[in-house]
Nanobody
């Protein structure tokens, strides 16, 4: 089981920026990448962004394209989510995720391990 430790959440105003970090305890040869999902109160968990361990292939949800950037530090087994131009609708608990197989996680069903979650709150 891979352990994931997230950090970087908080309370900000609309238009501000935050950077989330997620460190994995180890790499698994089965997994090709990591990603971020989020869950707002009363809503289902949804995909935000994902990236291969090499950093060469990134995917984003339409709602965050152009505002969020995912990156990976292969040597540190760490993935980052830079969030700019934050909106109130970005308010959610953000979860780091590792794929359960040789693909990057773009759906909940793709995830092999979850982080504990970090709260992001954007006030208007």
């Amino acid at each position: 089981q891979v352990q994931l430790v997230e950090s970087g959440g908080g309370l900000v105003q609309a238009g501000d920026s935050l950077r989330l970090s997620c460190a994995a305890s180890r790499r698994t040869f089965r997994s090709s990448g990591m990603g971020w999902f989020r869950q707002a109160p009363g809503k289902e968990r949804e995909f935000v962004a994902a990236i291969t361990w090499s950093g060469g292939n990134a995917h984003y949800a339409d709602s965050v394209k152009g505002r969020f950037t995912i990156s990976a530090d292969n040597a540190k087994n760490t993935v980052y989510l830079q969030m700019n131009s934050l909106k109130p609708e970005d308010t959610a608990v953000y979860y780091c995720a590792v794929a359960g197989g040789p693909y990057i996680p773009t759906h909940v069903r793709d995830v092999g391990s979850w982080g504990q979650g970090t709260q992001v709150t954007v006030s208007s």
